[in-house]
C-alpha cells in the first residue's frame, strides 16, 4: 500500500477506529490520553501504521467515532502525521489544538497545516 498522503484529508469526514481511548494510558511510555486517540482504516502513515488522529469534542471513552479532519500535525522531527478530527467540526485555534495535544506532542517538533 502507498503512503498516504495526510494532507489529502483535511475538510474531509473520516471514521477514526480508536485504541487508544480517552483515559487509558500508553503501553509504552506509561502517559495517560487526554483525549480518543485512534486511526483511520486502510491507510498507510510514514512508520507504516495507519494514520493517526485525534478527537476533539468527545468527553466520553469511545470505540469509534465519525469526525471531520480541521488539521494536521506535520512532526518535523518524526515521520508520523496526526490528523485533527473535530466531532462536531467545529473549529479550534492552533493554540487549543497544541495544548490539548501537548500531552503527547510535546515530545515532537511540529508545525499545524490547516
Same mark, same amino acid.
Do not use: C, W
Given at each position: 500500500?502507498?503512503?498516504?498522503?495526510?494532507?489529502?484529508?483535511? /475538510?474531509?469526514?473520516?471514521?477514526?477506529? #480508536? $485504541?487508544?481511548?480517552?483515559g487509558s494510558?500508553?503501553?509504552?511510555?506509561?502517559?495517560?490520553?487526554? *483525549?480518543?486517540? /485512534?486511526?483511520?482504516?486502510?491507510?498507510?502513515? /510514514?512508520?507504516?501504521?495507519?494514520? $493517526?488522529?485525534?478527537? *476533539?469534542?468527545?468527553? %466520553?471513552?469511545? &470505540?469509534?467515532?465519525?469526525?471531520?479532519? #480541521?488539521?494536521?500535525?506535520?512532526?518535523?522531527?518524526? &515521520? $508520523?502525521?496526526? *490528523?485533527?478530527?473535530?466531532?462536531? /467540526?467545529?473549529?479550534?485555534? $492552533?493554540?487549543?489544538?497544541?495544548?490539548?495535544? %501537548?500531552?503527547?506532542?510535546?515530545?515532537f517538533k511540529? +508545525?499545524? +497545516?490547516?
Open positions: 500500500m502507498e503512503r498516504t498522503n495526510a494532507k489529502d484529508y483535511l /475538510g474531509k469526514e473520516v471514521t477514526v477506529k #480508536i $485504541d487508544r481511548p480517552l494510558r500508553h503501553p509504552k511510555h506509561g502517559f495517560m490520553y487526554l *483525549l480518543n486517540y /485512534g486511526f483511520i482504516p486502510n491507510t498507510k502513515s /510514514g512508520d507504516g501504521e495507519e494514520l $493517526d488522529a485525534y478527537v *476533539l469534542g468527545e468527553f %466520553e471513552p469511545v &470505540d469509534e467515532i465519525k469526525g471531520t479532519v #480541521i488539521a494536521v500535525i506535520q512532526r518535523i522531527n518524526d &515521520d $508520523d502525521d496526526k *490528523l485533527i478530527v473535530s466531532k462536531n /467540526g467545529k473549529v479550534y485555534s $492552533d493554540e487549543a489544538i497544541k495544548a490539548l495535544t %501537548e500531552f503527547q506532542e510535546q515530545y511540529s +508545525i499545524i +497545516i490547516k
